[in-house]
């Protein structure tokens, strides 16, 4: 059970739940933030402040695998905000590195000024699952 602080209670879940602000065919495992109507949507770039990574249940869960991770505009999604998750890697990605977002909500190494989602925590190729240590930030500008 987590602290009380101010009257409410901390909550301690790595999960949040938010609606889509646009449908997506597969959302799993793909970085998202904040549309300007408070939705999530999928991150294209790392330009503005990240959420979370789409957790791999996220989406439809149609066993058949023919809609899996399809969500439509309105429906929840599960994201994780904090710990360690996975995301698609667009590019390499070397352990330690820093994170963004790139088209598409796939892994890219951040650059200078970029918001970042996570460090990596394997070496991975692009289409592989990047390990993140989430720790969102802005990267210092050059």
């Not at 692009?126 to 990267?139: E, I």
Request: aromatic share 4%; net charge negative; with cysteine.
């Amino acid at each position: 059970m987590g602290k009380n602080f101010n009257g409410t209670q901390i909550n301690q879940s790595p999960t949040i739940s938010e609606k889509a602000g646009a449908d997506v065919a597969d959302i799993r495992n793909l970085i998202l933030k904040y549309d300007t109507d408070g939705n999530v949507v999928v991150a294209a770039d790392g330009t503005a402040p990240l959420l979370g990574v789409s957790i791999i249940e996220g989406g439809c869960n149609d066993i058949s695998g023919v809609e899996a991770g399809k969500v439509n505009k309105g429906e929840d999604v599960d994201i994780l905000i904090k710990d360690i998750g996975f995301v698609i890697a667009s590019a390499e990605i070397k352990k330690g590195q820093e994170v963004t977002a790139t088209t598409g909500g796939k892994a890219a190494v951040a650059t200078a000024g970029d918001y970042v989602i996570g460090v990596a925590l394997n070496n991975v190729s692009a289409g592989g699952y990047s390990r993140l240590q989430l720790s969102k930030y802005q990267k210092a500008k050059a």
